[in-house]
């Protein structure tokens, strides 16, 4: 075989894959002239026309065409070396299979996989959204290897005997507003009373997916929207047309015409957001976790 250089391989798939010296340029970054210039280098080395140029563009010679498909196999597998050079130096790619409960799904469990990766770069994920009872039994059943699940009063009791807890950050509720709402006025907590005649938009879903209505101590609030997704609810709430409750956990993602409101209210126990394994060490799983545990304060 003639002495090809793996640019001019490159170049030769390209023109043949694109129909036209300029098309190749474009995929290559490179100017025209260069790709012409590489094309006469590897037609000389070949000792013979690879291309037949044409008003509309060019089209291979059989030459051209043996060059082009032997382009393709070859760089493939340097690629294919490239990617067992960087196991021998990295180790293998780990496939880690995580969920989170939809609100914990929007933020927490991104910015904290971001994380992990900056420590460990050959991780990959798969992602699974679901109610915490769904991702408890899925975590036993070893179909999730890492979930993120919320735990308090309201909602389903959790049978996660044997498996590993790790408490994380951001249980707390809030309420978002319309920015430039009354409520939104000071930097203090608001009285839970302010909360009771106000319309409320909340969740909606099946049976067995926990939602979050209104503020959990009022016995009899006003309902005026019920909605499936994050994003309808935040719309709603943007137009002024009700208030909702917010996760902390969300805060890195609300939108900016939402502002955030604590809430004083001594009856409000609050709700717990847990980080579950399966107790087996595994060194993949418990990068996750720490990740899971930085303050998602620290996304700014």
Known sequence: MPELSISALRVVRAVAAHGSLSGAARAL????????RQVAVAEKVVGQPLFVRGVRGVRTTRAGELIARFATETLA???RLDERLDEITQGPEVRVRVGAFPSANAALLPFALARALEQQPRLTFAITEASSPQLVQQVVDKRLDVAVVASGPGLPQLAMEGLRIAPL?????????????????????VPVSELAHLPWVVGK?????????????LTDPHIAFRTRTWHSRFGLVAAG???CVIPNILAPVVPEKV????VDDPNWLGRLIIAITRN???????II?????????DEE
């Open 280 to 286: 087996d060490g595994n060194e993949a799983h418990e």
């Open 29 to 36: 970054g490179y100017s025209q002239p260069a790709i012409s």
């Open 205 to 217: 879903g099946g049976r067995d997916e926990p939602q979050f209505g209104a503020w959990p101590t």
């Open 77 to 79: 597998s340097l690629d």
């Open 169 to 189: 950050p951001g249980g707390e509720l809030t309420v978002g507003v319309r920015r430039g709402h009354p409520l939104s006025a000071g930097e203090s907590a």
């Open 289 to 297: 976790v720490r990740a899971l545990q930085n303050s998602p304060d």
């Open 259 to 262: 502002a955030l409101v604590r």
């Open 241 to 243: 047309l009700g208030i």
